[in-house]
């Protein structure tokens, strides 16, 4: 079983709709969550990051995590077809140490 | 604007020769990390080096690759003798080491090995 799980999808929804990206993990240690938008043929880019447990909102996306039930969410509101892309959760111990990445969903939103 | 930049961006070669990709960070970032990407798999991490220090080579096949820093400038990633089931993109990453370890990403180079 991987450190961090997450649905390849992909998640197909209409312009305008909300959408909710999801990630598990089974590494307590985890104090560093993250999550890096990958448009097809680029690099991943970090769109937000949270410390430990809460919600941080930044325009149309609010990132919350919830480490008693070690599960992270995206929510995107209004959604555009601009947001179309893979959606990769990322996390890390702190301190320096690695970042683990969840296998990326695709979302693609419909015009 | 600073971008990392990698080499080549595409590769095509035959199986059992050697691959060199070339990553130049940015310009005062301290760290430097190498994925391996695949649809089945994900971004795998590979190397991990902190001010030219490796730190984290665990995710490597070290029979067949290695990874340098020969200077602050340049970061080395070969493959000796490459195998079709090498062929993936590889992302090179760079960092200025905050607590979360947050990384630029280059274009990656597309490998075939056929």
């Known amino acids: 079983q991987k450190e961090v799980e997450q649905d390849p999808g992909p998640l197909s929804v209409p312009e305008g709709a909300i959408v909710s990206l999801n990630c598990t993990y089974s590494?307590?240690?985890?104090?560093?969550f993250m999550w890096y938008r990958q448009y097809s043929r680029k690099g991943p880019e970090l769109l937000m990051y949270t410390y430990s447990s809460g919600n941080k909102e930044d325009g149309r996306f609010t990132a919350q995590v919830d480490k008693s039930s070690k599960y992270i969410s995206l929510f995107i509101r209004d959604s555009q077809p601009s947001d179309s892309a893979t959606y990769l959760c990322?996390?890390?111990?702190?301190?320096?140490?690695?970042?683990?990445f969840g296998i990326g969903t695709k979302l693609q939103v419909i015009p | 604007d600073a971008r990392v930049t990698q080499t080549p961006r595409h590769k095509v070669t035959e199986m059992g020769q050697e691959v060199t990709m070339r990553c130049q960070p940015i310009?005062?970032?301290?760290?430097v990390f190498w994925y391996r990407q695949t649809m089945m798999q994900g971004l795998e991490l590979l190397a991990y080096f902190r001010n030219r220090a490796p730190l984290d080579d665990s995710g490597m096949p070290k029979d067949r690759f290695s990874a340098e820093m020969p200077d602050a400038t340049l970061a080395t990633l070969k493959i000796q003798p490459s195998e079709p089931r090498d062929s993936a993109v590889y992302f090179c990453?760079?960092?200025?080491?905050?607590?979360?370890?947050?990384?630029?990403f280059g274009p990656g180079t597309r490998l075939t090995v056929l």
């Open positions: 590494n307590s240690a985890f104090q560093y």
């Open positions: 310009l005062g970032h301290n760290t």
């Open positions: 990322a996390m890390s111990e702190g301190g320096y140490q690695k970042v683990t």
């Open positions: 990453a760079s960092g200025l080491g905050t607590a979360y370890n947050e990384q630029f």
